[in-house]
């Protein structure tokens, strides 16, 4: 019984607002699911120690002026940050780097699909002529096995093998370490049963991200990543973007017209630390990216609250690197 004059305690305004989003939202969740973590240990299996130290290597290129981290730089959540990257050359490719986190979950492999999974991935921009430019797969084993270091990797990694040093046992060493690069949020703490791990706008922004219909591409652990939609359902996406070249997309690789426009689905997770946007990243703002695809895939006009709320929500998927994985290996 509270004493004559006593106040009593200042009730939280947005408990109940959290409150109810919760209860809202959780028979939703399972449209989801969560990332999984990096298995201990796992930066001393041989095969990622190799892959580890490839995948920073600038030999993998024809003149060794660039890794693989060149363009998806660990250091910043596995992205260059450019519309598109400069090759060995200097030559641009046509489409943006995607990041290379949690790539290993997709359910295929570059913006047309053209990989089935990340070690068939692994082995194709080295040999492209536009990015890493090495001329055939015999040129670079050649290479690697005058290095010291290089025979003994291989050799701890692939035991059994006769001849370990082979194309494709560096196409699997690189794609081992990249399994390694998973990255886990506040937003796998709040599927988890964590009402607090995600603040109040957050809890908005995914309201409106499932009630907007983003979730019909956008859902599983990746939030996206597993299937290939058509970017401009409504409209033409370049009206929008202001891409300087149309893409036909899977149509360009697979002279199939039923395909024009289709994209795979970018994974949301770490978004708002891989910009610019889009198979060309030809926008460099994640709320106009969001506003974009709401109308142009939607038909959906988001208000500038909805958007902004949005855009907080997508955030809470920003992850944090392996540490072990963020620079290269010490030899």
Known sequence: MMSCGEQKPAEDPTAKENARYDMDLAPKLTMFGTLPAVAAGAESDPKVKLGHALYFDNRLSKNQTQ???????LATFGVDNKATSAG?????GDRNSPTVLN?????VQFWDGRAKHVEEQAGMPILNPVEMNIPNEKFLMDRLKGVPMYVEMFKSAYPA?????????????IAAFERT???PSRFDKYLAGDKTALTLEEKKGMASFIGTGCTACHSG???GGKMMQKFGVHANYWEYTKSTKI?????ALKGDSTQLYMFKTPSLRNVAQTAPYFHD???????????????????YTLSDAEAANIVAFLKSMTGEVPAFAKTARPE
């Open 67 to 73: 890794s693989c981290n060149t363009c998806h730089n």
């Open 88 to 92: 060995d050359l200097g030559q641009n």
């Open 103 to 107: 790539a290993f979950l997709h359910s």
């Open 161 to 173: 093998d006769k001849d370990p040093l082979t194309y494709t046992n560096l196409r699997t060493a």
């Open 181 to 183: 690069l998973t990255t």
């Open 221 to 223: 652990e990746l939030v």
């Open 247 to 251: 893409d036909k997309g899977v149509a």
């Open 281 to 299: 990243g030809s926008v460099a703002d994640l709320k106009e990216a969001v506003t974009i695809m709401a109308k142009v895939n939607l038909n």
